[in-house]
């Protein structure tokens, strides 16, 4: 009998989850440690499939307001976009899976100023709302982060918050 976790979460779902965690949750604290211990891996990117590389492309750098950094592909399946120093997030052009994706797997990117991001997306008539789902609401977390939500073009969740 699985558990409710299992039957919530995919195996495609939990491997999403981790890949993302692992991308965006641990960076700092690998920073920290390989202070400490020189063999220590540090984090460096994480790569979404995308049906339409354009398309999402577009997203990350329009939207989200990635800047593109060069790669090493001559190619045109792969984009690769600045998230940090020393961190990227790879698009890459596939036959990616067909899933509903769940709101608790998600990328996520503080911005300075919540409003001016909202009134970006407001401008480019992007779709966003809450937690729950609720359209053009701002989630307050227990620590006074506002947070809100959307999707990328193949579904794939991003959070804007105002972490300092």
């Not at 400490?36 to 939207?63: E, G, I, M, W």
């Not at 991001?117 to 359209?135: A, C, K, R, S, V």
Request: net charge neutral.
């Amino acid at each position: 009998m699985s558990t409710p976790l299992k039957s919530s979460f995919s195996k495609l779902t939990r491997i999403n989850f981790w890949i993302i965690f692992f991308a965006f949750a641990l960076p700092q604290l690998c920073n920290a440690q390989s202070k400490s211990n020189p063999n220590q891996p540090v984090f460096n990117h994480a790569a979404l499939c995308a049906k339409n590389l354009k398309k999402t492309a577009d997203f990350y750098r329009n939207v989200i307001q990635l800047q593109e950094i060069h790669h090493p592909f001559n190619d045109t399946v792969h984009v690769w976009l600045k998230i940090g120093e020393g961190l990227a997030l790879h698009i890459i052009q596939g036959e990616c899976p067909t899933t509903v994706h769940d709101i608790g797997i998600h990328l996520c990117f503080s911005v300075p100023n919540l409003d001016a991001f909202i009134h970006h997306l407001d401008e480019m008539n992007i779709p966003y709302g809450n937690w729950t789902g609720q359209p053009k609401k701002i989630q307050l977390r227990a620590d006074g982060v506002k947070q809100i939500y959307l999707q990328d073009p193949d579904g794939f969740w991003v959070e804007i918050n105002d972490s300092k």
